[in-house]
């Protein structure tokens, strides 16, 4: 069965630091993309950045970048100049290939701190 | 930038009484999706529906669960008979391609469930 692994249930930065938060998975595939998404308090569930497993680039979306290490299938999330709307809960997720679903770790609870 | 839209937002409703949640996916997305997050808990799938039937399904839904496509609009979940624990944010998605492997999935904004 697909894992994927969030080992930080909380983590609080200053504003205008960076943070990075971690994300490890299972898959046998080749090819597949991985995902953040960011939850608020409003709970609405937001595409945050999304990474092809074949490209060796790194995803980047303004402030927010990944560190993709395929071999070692991490995908961890960086913020930069964190900003206060960052605070939210933060899913990683990653599709199981050949079917639809995704499977999300089990969160990250970030809060920036003013 | 298009929405899925979800009503009601909030539904209160007593144990074994059935309900169903609304969904309109995105007008030309073809996969749609239902997940749901217990408090506290992590996002989980329940369901995903494409041409008009299931194409996959968790061990969560069980035989309480179904999904319809009325129209060419709406997709609903029903739960037939609610117990305590179906009580849980719901979310649907929807995607145009195959969500997932390599599509960019769009998630509602919720319909939080209540089950007294």
């Known amino acids: 069965a697909q894992t994927v692994t969030q080992s930080q249930p909380e983590m609080s930065v200053q504003e205008a630091e960076t943070v990075t938060l971690s994300c490890t998975y299972d898959?046998?595939?080749?090819?597949?993309?991985l995902f953040w998404y960011k939850q608020p308090p409003s709970r609405q569930m937001i595409l945050v950045i999304r990474?092809?497993?074949?490209?060796?680039q790194n995803a980047t979306e303004n402030r927010f970048s990944v560190n993709f290490q395929k071999a070692a299938k991490s995908f961890s999330l960086k913020i930069s100049d964190s900003q206060l709307g960052d605070t939210a809960m933060y899913f990683c997720?990653?599709?199981?290939?050949?079917?639809?679903?995704?499977?999300f770790g089990t969160g990250t609870r970030l809060t920036i701190i003013p | 930038e298009p929405e899925v839209t979800q009503t009601p937002s909030h539904q209160v409703t007593q144990m074994g009484q059935e309900v169903i949640l609304r969904c309109v996916p995105i007008?030309?997305?073809?996969?749609f999706y239902w997940y749901r997050q217990i408090l506290g808990q992590k996002v989980e799938f329940l369901v995903s529906?494409?041409?008009?039937?299931?194409?996959?399904k968790s061990e969560i839904f069980d035989d309480q669960f179904s999904v319809e496509r009325p129209d060419g609009s709406n997709f609903t979940l029903k739960i037939r008979s609610t117990k305590l624990e179906d009580s849980a944010m719901y979310f649907c998605?929807?995607?145009?391609?195959?969500?997932?492997?390599?599509?960019?999935?769009?998630f509602g904004s919720g319909t939080q469930l209540s089950v007294l």
């Open positions: 529906f494409y041409n008009n039937e299931i194409s996959e």
């Open positions: 007008s030309n997305h073809l996969y």
């Open positions: 898959t046998s595939e080749n090819n597949y993309y």
């Open positions: 990474q092809e497993a074949y490209k060796q």
């Open positions: 997720a990653s599709p199981n290939f050949g079917n639809e679903k995704l499977t």
């Open positions: 998605a929807s995607s145009a391609g195959q969500g997932g492997s390599n599509e960019k999935l769009f």
